[in-house]
């Protein structure tokens, strides 16, 4: 355990000397060192990312998670924009429902060579389809990969065809604009659902934060392509919609966190904090170049790298302030004695 815990010999029980110290005939044993199963490791047990943190409580993925998180984002909310396009109007939105096809293939073949490689071998995805767990959220995130870039490319290979091919893509479209929604926040349920005090203090707003992230990061890149005037200005006008959703939603997740002082603190301070204040910085941007009265090619594309980058920045910094609060022991138990407060009776 280390020095700033107070305890001594660095034995690692994980006591917080404000709370108690070692008593007892069992105080003088010593616990060997290091642990072969920390005490409050995250049960992320597959991959790469498979051994346990530095510090009990961390989790130990590496930098293809959070590339996941954006790219699955961009996959999911790719789909689900094009389906709605479609069921709005097929023949004026021609491009933009192509434009998404790509982008929610792309995204999907991208985003399952990423969790691959996190796994370390192919056949430890294909295990986790083995079983149905509803109450397993990598489980049903795996699902909902799988089905949605199998839908995502049926719908890419036959759009534009004529007859029956033309009807499979369009069901094919439909059934990925259904998972779209679900594949773009399912990776905020899975951090929240963890024991690290950032996520799991962020429980109600990271899944819904993450899908408009993904939402917006889409039409960001959309935007930067080739369309009819009358997609960019339904993409533009929608993209400023997100955008200020978006925000609202940051500072909602941040005062959800900061509820426990030691869990808030994450997002103020470090590397994780200054991604996070970052992401706000480049999606404010954003807004204000969306309202500009003119705006050539030159501004779309610098308004589309504010929106794509700021969503990287988003979750990059939820990802690094969540390792960072898992590395102080008083972190954690602050919030489960603030847990246990509101429990009592």
Not at 20 to 34: Q, S
Not at 56 to 69: D, E, L, N, R, T
Not at 104 to 118: E, F, N, Q
Not at 261 to 273: D, P
Request: aromatic share 6%; net charge positive; hydrophobic share 45%.
């Amino acid at each position: 355990m280390n020095d700033s815990m107070g305890t001594s010999g660095g034995d690692g029980r994980n006591i917080d000397p404000r709370l108690g110290g070692p008593e007892g005939e069992a105080a003088g044993r010593k616990v060997p060192e290091p642990r072969s199963d920390p005490l409050g490791t995250v049960a992320f047990d597959e991959g790469r990312g498979g051994e346990a943190g530095e510090r009990p409580g961390q989790p130990a993925w590496i930098w293809a998670v959070p590339a996941y998180f954006v790219l699955g984002g961009v996959a999911g909310a790719a789909a689900t924009v094009g389906a709605a396009a479609r069921a709005a109007d097929a023949e004026r939105f021609e491009l933009l429902i192509r434009r998404c096809h790509v982008m929610a293939a792309a995204g999907a073949a991208t985003s399952t060579t990423l969790l691959i490689y996190d796994l370390g071998r192919p056949e430890r995805f294909l295990n986790r389809l083995r079983e149905i767990r509803p109450n397993s959220a990598r489980n049903m995130g795996s699902w909902l990969l799988a089905a949605s870039a199998s839908s995502d490319f049926a719908a890419l290979w036959f759009s534009g065809s004529l007859g029956v091919r033309g009807r499979l893509g369009k069901l094919a479209g439909a059934v990925a604009g259904t998972l779209g929604l679900p594949l773009a926040g399912y990776t905020g349920v899975l951090l929240s659902s963890s024991a690290v005090p950032l996520w799991r203090g962020m429980r109600r707003t990271l899944a819904p934060l993450f899908l408009i992230s993904g939402v917006g990061a889409t039409l960001s890149l959309v935007n930067v392509t080739s369309l009819t005037d009358d997609e960019r200005k339904l993409v533009g006008r929608l993209g400023t919609v997100i955008d200020l959703v978006e925000l609202a939603v940051t500072v909602a997740a941040e005062r959800e966190a900061s509820r426990v002082e030691e869990v808030g603190a994450a997002l103020k301070k470090g590397s994780g904090a200054r991604l996070w204040k970052l992401s706000t910085a480049l999606t404010v941007g954003s807004v204000s170049l969306s309202l500009l009265p003119v705006g050539g090619r030159a501004t779309r594309i610098t308004q589309g790298v504010l929106g794509f980058t700021s969503s990287v920045a988003l979750k990059a910094g939820i990802f690094e302030a969540g390792r960072a609060s898992a590395l102080d022991p008083h972190t954690l138990f602050e919030q489960q004695r603030a847990l246990g407060a509101t429990e009592e009776p």
